[in-house]
């Protein structure tokens, strides 16, 4: 893990369980969406990537145009 992502990860508010899980799901990603968008960590990176940065286009953060949960967990892995 970047210490990019751990920073990420940390600033969102997420708790040392949320980030274990987290992980799990970037690095294992075709399977896990399904569960990352069930967790609590999902719905802090969310708020963190529309509301706090901005980063996450806003047809994607409305599922108009990607999937928030795909969107985060691809960014993640790409930093």
């Known amino acids: 893990?970047?210490?990019e992502m751990q920073n990420i990860l940390v600033d969102a508010g997420l708790t040392p369980?949320?980030?274990?899980?987290?992980?799990a799901c970037v690095f294992e990603?075709?399977?896990a969406v399904a569960d990352f968008y069930d967790t609590t960590a999902y719905e802090k990176l969310?708020?963190?990537f529309t509301f706090t940065t901005a980063l996450m286009p806003y047809g994607v953060a409305k599922a108009r145009?990607?999937?928030?949960?795909v969107w985060i967990l691809d960014?993640?892995?790409?930093?």
């Open 17 to 23: 369980q949320e980030i274990i899980v987290t992980k």
């Open 29 to 31: 990603q075709e399977k």
């Open 1 to 3: 893990m970047s210490i």
């Open 65 to 69: 145009t990607g999937d928030p949960d």
């Open 75 to 79: 960014y993640l892995a790409g930093v």
């Open 46 to 48: 969310y708020e963190y």
